[in-house]
């Protein structure tokens, strides 16, 4: 059993991969539609120092909308406001510490923007790890479930009177939670939800997937129930050839270095994700499909 535990998210996440992959293979190219300018709207995006994170900064930056940065890496956020205050001079973003495995720290960020007096109209929780070894937060927690779920658990938490008051009925206040096809793989275990018994890092992912992708259902439809005008999603951006594969056995790291450059979205393609991730935000769509993946709530 202990075995089983151990091998079957294995193979689950592999197929799943496998499944996302072809998918992408025989899409057909996406077309983004004009996208409205967002002046005067704030944002926050975690780990939006790189990756589909720093697109989705990028793009709203250039769109007029004041975005923060909320990231663990001081120099590389940094970077990355220096990068697009390059390419937009006018840009109103910034960097903020924030450590996802860290609940301590994801309160001192809440502080710190909460006493600035700035309204907040979008989060994006797209900051995550992937298949890294065994390991505890500061807390506490396995790692996957501490920084994926748990740190944006809280963080959603504390900013949900924010986005409540900033919301209105012709412009709702939206939260976007970057979920992954790997939540099909996941199976929540409330009996030892740190893995202890016996750890797998792809089980441990494919669970911490899975607990955003319900966090955000349940969260949309009590926000409904109670009439705020704030809507919750989960979005699967598909396959995009980032970071997160360092973690691979080293035989699939190579293999996947391979691929990504013949088939993964990369590059400019990686903007196209993250541009159709604001789009569903800007425009308030609760149910979208994206060209290689999907959303939902």
């Not at 930056?61 to 970077?79: F, K, P």
């Not at 070894?133 to 779920?149: A, C, I, K, M």
């Amino acid at each position: 059993m202990s075995f089983l535990s151990y091998i079957l998210p294995i193979i689950k996440i592999y197929l799943v991969g496998l499944k996302v992959l072809l998918v992408q293979m025989f899409s057909r190219a996406f077309r983004l539609p004009a996208m409205p300018r967002q002046d005067g709207r704030v944002a926050i995006v975690t780990g939006g120092a790189r990756g589909i994170g720093y697109e989705v900064v990028r793009h709203m930056a250039g769109l007029g909308a004041r975005v923060i940065i909320g990231g663990r890496d001081e120099q590389e956020g940094l970077t990355a406001v220096r990068r697009i205050r390059e390419e937009y001079r006018e840009a109103k973003v910034e960097f903020e510490q924030l450590d996802l495995a860290s609940l301590q720290s994801v309160r001192r960020f809440v502080q710190r923007f909460k006493g600035r007096g700035l309204p907040l109209n979008i989060l994006i929780n797209n900051a995550g790890v992937m298949l890294v070894p065994e390991g505890r937060t500061e807390d506490g927690f396995e790692q996957h479930l501490g920084v994926n779920y748990l740190g944006h658990l809280l963080l959603t938490w504390l900013l949900l009177d924010t986005l409540k008051d900033c919301g209105k009925r012709s412009s709702c206040s939206r939260v976007v939670n970057v979920s992954s096809s790997a939540h099909r793989a996941g199976r929540i275990r409330l009996d030892d939800l740190n893995g202890s018994r016996c750890y797998s890092a792809h089980g441990a992912y494919c669970q911490s997937k899975l607990a955003l992708l319900l966090f955000s259902s349940r969260l949309h439809d009590e926000l409904q129930d109670g009439g705020f005008a704030v809507t919750s999603c989960a979005v699967d951006p598909g396959m995009v050839d980032t970071a997160l594969y360092r973690h691979l056995w080293s035989p699939l790291r190579l293999a996947q270095s391979a691929v990504a450059r013949l088939l993964f979205r990369v590059g400019a393609s990686s903007s196209i994700f993250s541009l159709h991730l604001f789009i569903m935000v800007a425009r308030g769509h609760i149910m979208v499909e994206l060209p290689y993946a999907g959303s939902t709530c």
